[in-house]
């Protein structure tokens, strides 16, 4: 299962401003979890037109970096100046790893190589 929270900001929030909050949360989490792994456990992006941010990441680091953010976020902003929801999805194969296995090239499916078993 993948999750995505989707923070949704009211208009006074300034997006530019968020931004440098989430970039903060992810020093933090840095400090407690490593720059390569916090990076490497997380997406996200910043929507204007929808004034929204979306961060992609199921990892403890990923879900620190998420607290971290939705704490300095009602500190800077206040509880009511944004919402939080999150969804849960199922992880589909990339494209790549897909053609591998249709083709044959593929490792066979092992787990040790990220590639997985695919139907």
């Not at 933090?28 to 961060?55: D, N, P, T």
């Not at 494209?95 to 066979?108: H, P, V, Y």
Request: glycine fraction near 8%; charge should be negative; aromatic fraction near 8%.
């Amino acid at each position: 299962m993948k999750t995505i929270h989707r923070f949704r900001f009211e208009p006074e929030v300034p997006l530019e401003q968020a931004e440098t909050t989430l970039v903060l949360a992810i020093i933090a989490a840095e400090a407690l979890h490593g720059q390569a792994a916090v990076r490497l456990s997380m997406r996200y992006l910043f929507g204007e037109e929808k004034r929204a941010c979306v961060i992609d990441g199921d990892s403890e680091a990923a879900r620190h970096v998420i607290l971290i953010f939705t704490q300095f976020l009602i500190h800077e902003f206040g509880e009511n100046a944004f919402q939080v929801t999150w969804e849960q999805h199922e992880a589909k194969p990339s494209k790549a790893t897909r053609d591998e296995a249709k083709s044959g090239n593929g490792c066979g499916g092992c787990a040790a190589c990220g590639k997985g078993v695919v139907a």
